[in-house]
């Protein structure tokens, strides 16, 4: 099978990265052009990327990075993983010829465009072909923002199983959700003597002398909005050409913790019908040979969607389950605040699962069904 050529847009940050380890010797892309801003441009790609380049093939490290002026139509794939200001021009631009798939927000919310995670919501990718009404000749496809991924796998078989009327969730989320400028801060405060407590702290997303180290900002801009519409959306319903949101409560608070990889969350959920732990640890079972049936053949699966532990999930030691791609869910208990319900733990890796790796899968499941 000849391979399909590939670019990646961001290539240097966080995701793109990711994306750049995932596509290094698959089987089905070959990795042709990485992009970034100007910054980059010019230079070779070890030097521009200032992250853990631990496991990059040398050939990789010494290509040019080109910068947005030279995105041409000679690829068959754009994977884009640009902060979304600049992807709302790029990706639009891109998809007039080429397909695109994105860890962005930029068209997440349109309604021809899907949310995609493979083995919650694969059927939504019969909108992108809505997306011709646009006249473009490929189309985008978003996959979700890093702390609904995680939240998202969790909720569907319980959503699907036993209904659900209301969810609050409370996030731990790592630096590495913020870009590699915040894993830079972060890593050369762990150098330095911690600051005293400050007399007039400063809102910390605004204040470019954020402290992550020893410290919880609570607050992560647009992020709650942003979870709790796309669960809704995620797990909704494909029917004549649009979604319909699933019909369910939902809140959540979102906050950065000192931790670089994997976003933990605890999740509260009132269900339509009852159920114990075990009712829930088998659902979560049966999920996993669904999926293994109708996604296994797909080279970034994982073995197990969800990895059910018996223990509270941590980030240092369970975010790589699965190739970072396992969704781990620990501490499924019965909950007392509501008649019927279910409370537990969940950590979904950020840079895999919830950006670059979960990303490819969608591509290796549009390129087994036809789509690309
Ligand atoms: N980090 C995560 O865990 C994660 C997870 C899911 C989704 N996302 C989403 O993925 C996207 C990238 O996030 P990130 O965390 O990887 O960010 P990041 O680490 O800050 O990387 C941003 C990338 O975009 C490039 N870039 C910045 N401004 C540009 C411009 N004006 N023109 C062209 N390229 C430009 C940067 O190039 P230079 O290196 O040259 O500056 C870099 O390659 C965002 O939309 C984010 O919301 C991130």
Redesign the pocket.
Known sequence: MEKLRVGV????????LEFVRALCGHPWFELEELY??G??AGRPFGE??TLDLSGIPEDVKERRVRG?GEVGKGLDLICS????E??REVEGECARHTPVIS???AFRYEDDVPILITEVNADHHRLLGLQRRRGWEGWIAPGP??TTVGLAVSLCPIYRELGIKRVIMSSYQSV??????LIQKWRAQRRLELPKPLEGVREPIRDPEVVLEGNVIGYIEKEEAKVKRETLKILGDYADGRIEPARFRIDCSCVRVPTLRGHFETVFVETERACSEEDVKAIYEEFNERCKREFGDLPSSPEKAIVVLDRSPQPIFDVGLGGGMSTVVGRIERIEAYDSGIKYQVLSD??QR??AKGMVQVAEYLHKVGFL
């Open positions: 847009l961001g290539a240097t940050g966080a995701a793109g970034a801003s910054r980059s521009a990327c947005m993983a640009l902060p979304s600049v992807a860890t962005t927000s923002n890093c590495s959700g913020g870009g590699y400028a950020n840079t919830g950006a």
